[in-house]
Each structure stands twice: as C-alpha cells, then as structure tokens.
C-alpha cells in the first residue's frame, strides 16, 4: 500500500497470499493485522507487518475476505469501515469469555 499502487479487484488477489496473512494473524494471536505479501519464486512470503493502516483503504475496498471455521476463504460484498469490524470482534470475544468473568459478591 505504500506504493499507492491498490487493487480491490477480488479476483486480482492472490489467494495462498490471503491464506499466509490469515495464517500469520492467527499467529500473532491478533484480531486486526495489515502484512505485504510478496512473491519469492512460487513461495509466498511476508515482507512487513504492521499493527495499523489506513482506514480509508478497507473503506473504499468493495468486500473482504472472510475465513469460515472450515478454513475456506470467502468473498463477502459491500464496504465495511475497520473500526466498526475491530469493535464487533471484540464485542463477540467479551461475549465468548464472560462466562470466565468472576463477579465479586455482594
């Protein structure tokens, strides 16, 4: 991206390379992640992470990726802003580990 050089064209996005950054992701135990992703030869590999980017990006993107639980990568049409997406992740992750909060009594 700091090319300037973007394509949200789904069907231009190289999908191994999608997997390795959902793969990395996972590694890092992160919700939200931005990697460039290159080629050396036929092996993908990333040359950077980074914890932010710009918003406007994914905004102006037409869909997005989405991994489903059975580890098939999914096109999912229309805009989505990252703040509000970052915000419903950790909605579902309070909801998800509540029944682990201990309630002081009263």
Known sequence: MGSGNISWEPQEIDLPTVELAFR???ALGTQSVA???MR?????????????????????????WRREPS???NWVEGAMR???????DVLAALKRDR??????PE
Do not use: K, M
Not at 42 to 50: D, F, L, W
Not at 82 to 88: I, L, R, T, V, Y
Not at 99 to 104: I, W
């Open 24 to 26: 990395a992701a996972q």
């Open 35 to 37: 990697v460039d992703g």
């Open 40 to 64: 050396r030869g036929e092996e993908r590999v990333i040359a950077e992470v980074s914890y932010t980017y710009a918003a406007w990006a994914i905004h102006a993107c037409p869909g997005h």
């Open 71 to 73: 580890g098939a990568l």
């Open 82 to 88: 990252a703040e509000d997406a970052n915000f419903d």
């Open 99 to 104: 029944s682990s909060v201990r309630h002081a």
